[in-house]
């Protein structure tokens, strides 16, 4: 029985990046190795995983893991954004874990921009051997609390509750800490631009 580890994070927190130097030295080291993940992100590369800071690791593009079967070598699997795939899928990868010698690494969010968890995401919190934060600062001005929690906004600064869950892609996305969620989120009048302004304002007096 083999390990099935969640690192999960924020936008920006590196996690694509991290999977990339696992990639890596698993190359160095002469381990068998393959990475997937969901066709949802396309926003590089249809195929490979790419980071923000350009390391790039060649992958397959998945839908779902339901006929998904890894190399008969394989050592380690790779999955990235793993929170756009199905509980499901992450009950197969946890079938994969506890069947062969194969150790998984996950990579992903753990909530959404209204702050709620991903269906994958709560599913890997209960089923996960290891759980890894990855963390990051959020970044509202002149805070040096943790980002957990993220702000979608559009291009005037409005505060974009509901709708679907977070998209590939941060430009419209803040990643942000706890308190300045809900200090956004809840107030129905807050707008990001007056926001960030009004601090930075702050910042100079
Ligand atoms: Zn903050």
Redo the contacts with the bound molecule.
């Keep these: 029985m083999a390990k099935l580890h969640f690192y999960y994070g924020v936008m920006s927190s590196s996690k694509s990046a991290m999977l990339g130097i696992n990639a890596f030295n698993f190359n160095r080291t002469g381990n068998k190795w393959e990475a997937i993940k969901p066709t949802t992100d396309n926003r590089d590369s249809k195929t490979d995983i790419v980071s923000r800071v350009g390391i790039r690791t060649s992958a397959r593009a998945l839908q779902s893991l339901d006929k998904y079967t890894p190399k008969p070598d394989t050592q380690f699997i790779l999955v990235d954004e793993v929170q756009f795939f199905s509980p499901k899928d992450i009950e197969k990868l946890a079938t994969i874990a506890d069947t062969t010698n194969i150790t998984i690494f996950c990579y992903g969010l753990k909530v959404d921009s209204n702050g709620n968890l991903f269906p994958a995401s709560a599913k890997l919190l209960a089923e996960a051997d290891e759980l890894h934060s990855m963390e990051t600062?959020?970044?509202?001005p002149c805070?040096?609390?943790m980002?957990s929690h993220h702000i979608r906004f559009d291009d005037k600064g409005n505060i974009i509750r509901g709708g679907s869950q977070v998209e590939v892609g941060a430009s419209q996305y803040k990643s942000?800490?706890?308190?300045?969620?809900h200090?956004l989120y809840d107030n129905p009048s807050a707008k990001l631009s007056a926001y960030i302004y009004e601090r930075n304002l702050q910042k100079t007096k």
């Design positions: 600062v959020c970044e509202m805070c040096s609390a980002a942000v800490c706890r308190k300045h969620f200090e």
